[in-house]
């Protein structure tokens, strides 16, 4: 048999996470390998053409909240181009009355501008956004088409090698270095530092060396309606981009004076299924009724037109997975994307290439990540007792202090 290649880095999963870690990577003068089981970018969960990003806003979770700040900050400095910025506006609950000055305080006090957040009255909302309801407008609220970010970032470049086809089914230690192995045990490729961005995959791949991750699949179906002009519907379409319960992008107008709009998602905990449900789009046009505050609009008008059906994998916590398996040196994780997928891995792609490259913890600071947000995340918190050791952590390396990992709190 001949000698496996190695690598230096490698990449597993060229979705959105492993897409970008590599590009990132490759952006600081790295040689990356990346392989995935598909025969090309982006064909799972990262197919997903009509994905939005804001940054959390909600009260609680002060780490969901500050890590989605950062994080959104980055993916819109990352996708630039192909950033669609429609802006996003965010309801007030039915049930919560809207108080203004103290929504205005407390979206001050997240440290967002009112270029990023500002609280509108029902008043204003209608005349800024079009929509009757009192809320928060997020004017750079973007969409991202993830198939294509995915394929962007991994266009030809002399410091990438692609290897389509090919399915890790598990990894081997030797000295320092890891194997790649088929499903028949077979070497694949070697590589020092190895990236693991294979989504709910990662789970199998993470028993093969003794970790098991604490995740689960969740179901989501985006509907694609199509709505004629002459329907109540046509003056209830939004211009701009909605989320609250379940999201929707703007309206489109056709060539013919129909439109086209996408509402999501069904959130089906534990499911994995792929396959296309009415009782999906059944849901979806309630969330859409909610979402113009339309509940007489009849939803026979939402004429099924497509859909997007993905599986999101989540952790117990509920935040991502992202950084060094200390128990495990030379391996990286980035998974459990949730619904965050465009912010995420925005911030995998720095954090990961920041240990990797065992950046020191300043350079890390200056993008905003403070110590406890790196161990927010770090895959080190699933393990009972475990520390996360600064040394092992590359990222911390100038923190003298160990780290513990702090309590599943973020939902
Ligand atoms: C209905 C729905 C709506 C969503 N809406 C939004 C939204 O509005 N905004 C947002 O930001 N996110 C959204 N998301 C989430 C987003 O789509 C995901 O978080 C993101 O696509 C996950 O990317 P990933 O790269 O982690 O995984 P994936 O895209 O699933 O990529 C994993 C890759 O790993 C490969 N792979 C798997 N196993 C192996 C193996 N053993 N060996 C080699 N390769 C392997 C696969 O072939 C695949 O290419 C939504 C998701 C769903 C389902």
């Known amino acids: 048999m001949t000698k496996p290649q190695h690598h230096e880095i490698v990449v597993i999963g060229a979705g959105i996470c492993g897409a970008t870690i590599a590009n990132e990577l490759l952006e600081r003068g790295k040689s990356v390998c990346i392989v995935d089981a598909a025969p090309s970018p982006a064909t799972a969960c990262s197919s997903h053409a009509y994905a939005i990003a804001h940054p959390h806003i909600g009260k609680g979770s002060p780490r969901l909240l500050r890590l989605t700040r950062l994080a959104f900050l980055l993916a819109e400095a990352r996708w630039g181009g192909e950033w669609r ?5 965010q309801p007030t609950k039915k049930e919560k009355t809207f108080n203004q000055l103290e929504v205005t305080e407390h979206l001050r006090s997240l440290g967002l501008a009112e270029n990023i957040a500002i609280a509108l009255d029902a008043h204003e909302a209608e005349k800024i956004c079009g929509i009757k309801q009192s809320g928060v407008w997020l004017p750079r609220g973007a969409s991202l088409n993830l198939f294509e970010a995915s394929n962007n970032l991994l266009k030809a470049h002399e410091g990438l090698t692609c290897l389509w086809n090919t399915q890790v089914a598990s990894l081997e230690e030797s000295h320092g270095r890891w194997s790649l192995l088929n499903k028949a045990k077979e070497p694949i490729l070697v590589a020092d530092k190895v990236v693991v961005a294979i989504a709910m995959e990662s789970k199998a791949l993470m028993s093969t060396i003794g970790i098991r991750l604490p995740l689960k699949p969740v179901r989501g179906q985006l509907s694609i309606f199509s709505i004629k002009p002459n329907t109540a519907w046509v003056k209830k379409l939004p211009k701009v981009g909605i989320s609250g319960d379940g999201y929707c992008l703007p309206a489109e107008k056709l060539e013919d004076g129909s439109y086209r709009w996408m ?4 959130f089906d905990e534990g499911e994995d299924d792929l396959g296309s449900r009415d009782s999906s789009d059944a849901f979806n046009r309630k969330q859409a009724q909610g ?8 939803p026979r008008d939402l004429l099924k037109d497509g859909d997007f ?13 992202i950084g060094a398996l200390v128990q495990r040196p030379g391996i990286y994780l980035a998974t459990a994307l949730g619904s ?9 792609a720095k954090l990961i290439t920041a ?6 913890f300043a350079l890390l600071t200056r993008f905003g990540f403070a110590a406890d947000l790196v161990a927010a995340l770090a895959p080190a918190r699933f393990f009972a007792g475990a520390l996360v050791a600064p040394s092992a952590l590359g990222a ?3 923190n003298s202090k160990p780290i513990f990992p702090s309590a599943p709190k973020a939902k």
């Open 85 to 89: 910025r429609h802006g996003i506006f």
């Open 291 to 298: 979402l113009v505050d339309f509940s007489e609009g009849d």
């Open 396 to 398: 911390l390396a100038s």
């Open 355 to 360: 240990q990797l490259l065992e950046d020191d």
């Open 340 to 348: 965050r997928g465009i912010l995420w891995s925005a911030l995998a």
């Open 309 to 321: 059906v993905g599986v999101r994998c989540v952790a117990g916590d509920r935040l991502p997975i």
């Open 263 to 266: 509402v999501g998602s069904s």
